[in-house]
């Protein structure tokens, strides 16, 4: 072949084209983002309603059904809607066709709910619209606790102050928070002084609306110096709105508000409680989004956590940043298993390779030809925008048994052909020349057979074409280096045998190894006789073969129906989630007493050793936008209140074993 004999008389440039693919390849590690699973995109655009105060009922016949609607009319690619109708908020999840443009879905979206709007009850607000795909999932939750620290302090450090700083992490989003309580300046009311004084609890929210607003005034020029003229229409002060005059009686008093309120710091009504093992506190769901890689989000967080302890505000010296959960854990564990499984699997190849070649060098040039197909895949892998996840790495393991078979058959041939003589430009030559075609064939043989998984559609799709184009990659890589980088190895590191092959007389090997060698090529000779044997009985009865054969396939089929079925594998992740579904109507409080009791159950059942943390999310979020993220559910539709819902996440020790 041509390209065999370029590289012959080429031998130091395909050299360097090698080390080009070791450099390219580590770099690309590097660089790839990695995961658990492949990007999974499903473009999704959520909806988020708000109308403080209205039913699920309400929510769902006169926000939800309309806009769903709506929607079917403008949008373009719909692939379905979902919806969620709970109190005070309902969220409209428009799944898009996987070919589908999410800038002209977002647009189109925008504009019918502009549009929608009019036919909405009076005072709604224009929804928060938000684009996202399957591959936006929590990566990390952090917990922010303190001593001396209330639930109200705990949320408005974890909404201004940590999430604010979290954010500017490379691929990192921050919902609001969970738990605490949102702060809010509350007016509590006298009831009893308000009737007395024949004052109504309108009379108290104009005077504050009217009183306390924001009124840019300009500037004065005085002189050479030009002075910013300040008002006092809005208090610096949550206290100084008691000063504010309501009205003034006939006799010349005047009623003000700390007469007939207080207005103080308060918090709105809870709907949502966060414990750790029983313990109130507020907690951040860190969400991975884009192609982001895992690993360099969770690694950006962890950097960012001393900082944010370093300039706390006052007062807030004893806050503690737990991290709760940690993805990136299973990510290292997951792709660092399926690394040490393909080691492991290559070495073992090597050591079948020197047994059987009996070469250390044929081995030594097989060995570096598997490791640069690998790297060849991971580079056009990354090319393409791929991650590095446990589909990708597993095809390449998969492929590692492959890859040996171009470089193993050309190096025998070669082999062979120094057997019978001529030199050792001629053996390299004739040796790759002569099995070029049959080991082409086989190459693409083995690529299309990946073929069909390019036609599959939905989430399979994506996480198995990962897979089919590592292994492609890889087969392909491997027969371009066996016909470039292992001839060049073999005319470098094979002169040396060319006299052990033409010696006619073979003395008994002196070293280990050779005695080992020695010892494999006579076993397996007594093992190939035997085959040989058995083969010609198999021969000499075809029926009772064929009969045998096709009665055991029949046998392995009836074992089909005891084989579960399942999307994935069952993992051992360390931890379970308990659901728990309270009846309608149910304050928080209660809910929370009754994950009290649960909590207590569990205790009794797991071992003090093995339980490591409980983690309690009772209600329903504050925002919408935790709702979005949220794939759990909620009762139901027409049924949902803001305390009917509990959620435990249980973690086990590492010493736990299911």
Same mark, same amino acid.
């Given at each position: ?376 895949? &991971?580079?056009?892998?990354? *090319?393409? =925008?791929? #991650? !590095?996840?446990?589909?990708? @790495?597993? $095809?390449? /393991? ?15 041939? &070669?082999?062979?052909?120094? *057997?019978? =003589?001529? #030199? !050792?430009?001629?053996?390299? @030559?004739? $040796?790759? /020349? ?24 939905? #989430? ?199």
């Amino acid at each position: 072949m041509w390209i065999v004999a370029l590289a012959l008389r080429r031998p130091y440039t395909f050299t360097v084209f090698a080390i080009l693919i070791l450099i390219a390849g580590v770099v690309a590690i590097i660089r790839t983002p990695k995961d658990i699973f492949p990007s999974i995109n499903i473009p999704v655009i959520s909806s988020l309603w708000n109308y403080t105060g209205m039913s699920a009922e309400g929510m769902e016949s006169h926000i939800t059904s309309q806009f769903e609607r709506s929607l079917t009319t403008t949008v373009d690619n719909i692939e379905h809607i979902e919806s969620q109708s709970i109190y005070g908020n309902a969220i409209i999840k428009v799944f898009l066709q996987p070919t589908a443009s999410v800038a002209t879905g977002i647009a189109q979206v925008t504009s019918i709910a502009q549009a929608a709007l009019r036919q909405m009850p009076v005072g709604m607000t224009p929804p928060l619209v938000l684009s996202y795909t399957a591959s936006n999932v929590p990566v990390l939750r952090i917990g922010l606790s303190g001593k001396g620290l209330d639930e109200q302090r705990l949320n408005d450090l974890a909404l201004q102050f940590v999430r604010t700083q979290l954010i500017t992490v490379p691929g990192a989003a921050v919902p609001y928070p969970y738990g605490g309580k949102q702060r809010y300046v509350s007016v509590d009311l006298n009831y009893q002084k308000l009737q007395a004084l024949g004052m109504t609890p309108i009379d108290v929210v104009s005077a504050i609306a009217n009183q306390n607003v924001i009124l840019p005034s300009g500037t004065m020029k005085i002189a050479q110096f030009e002075y910013q003229v300040g008002m006092n229409a809005s208090p610096l002060a949550i206290e100084e709105l008691n000063a504010i005059p309501i009205k003034t009686n006939p006799n010349g008093s005047t009623i003000y508000v700390r007469d007939v309120a207080n207005v103080r710091n308060g918090f709105v009504p809870q709907t949502n409680i966060v414990r750790f093992d029983g313990s109130r506190a507020a907690m951040l769901d860190i969400q991975k989004t884009g192609s982001a890689s895992t690993l360099d989000i969770v690694d950006g967080i962890k950097q960012k956590l001393p900082e944010i302890k370093q300039t706390l505000p006052p007062g807030a010296d004893s806050l503690n940043l737990t991290l709760l959960t940690d993805q990136s854990i299973f990510v290292r564990a997951s792709i660092g298993g399926v690394i040490r499984e393909a080691i492991i699997a290559a070495c073992l190849t090597a050591l079948m390779i020197l047994l059987f070649l009996s070469s250390w060098r044929s081995t030594l040039i097989i060995c570096i030809s598997i490791p640069l197909s690998i790297l060849c895949s &991971i580079v056009a892998l990354s *090319a393409l =925008g791929e #991650t !590095i996840n446990i589909m990708t @790495l597993g $095809g390449m /393991a998969l492929a590692v048994g492959i890859l040996v078979d171009d470089a193993t058959v050309e190096i025998e041939n &070669i082999h062979r052909n120094m *057997a019978e =003589g001529g #030199t !050792i430009q001629e053996c390299i @030559l004739n $040796g790759a /020349a002569q099995i070029a075609v049959p080991a082409f064939v086989s190459t693409l043989c083995i690529c299309i057979v990946f073929v069909p998984v390019f036609f599959l559609s939905g #989430t399979a799709r994506y996480l198995f074409v990962p897979l089919a184009e590592a292994v492609v990659f890889a087969m392909l890589a491997s027969y371009l280096l066996s016909r470039t980088v292992v001839p060049t190895f073999a005319k470098f590191l094979l002169p040396p045998e060319m006299e052990r092959h033409r010696s006619p007389e073979h003395p008994k090997p002196k070293t280990i190894f050779g005695k080992i060698s020695y010892a494999f090529e006579h076993g397996f000779s007594r093992f190939r006789e035997a085959y040989r044997d058995y083969l010609s009985i198999c021969l000499r009865h075809p029926k009772a073969t064929v009969i045998s054969v096709i009665g055991f396939a029949a046998l392995s089929v009836l074992l089909f129906p005891f084989l579960g079925e399942d999307f994935f594998p069952t993992v051992d992740a360390g931890r379970f989630d308990m659901h728990i579904r309270m009846q309608p109507g149910t304050r928080v409080e209660e809910t929370a007493r009754t994950a009290d009791q649960v909590e207590g159950m569990l205790r009794k059942i797991i071992p003090v050793n093995q339980l490591a943390g409980i983690i309690d999310n009772l209600g329903i979020p504050y925002s919408g936008i935790n709702l979005s993220y949220n794939t759990t559910g909620t009762r139901a539709n027409r049924s949902v209140h803001p305390g009917a819902n509990l959620r435990s996440n249980v973690w086990l020790s590492e010493e736990m074993v299911f």
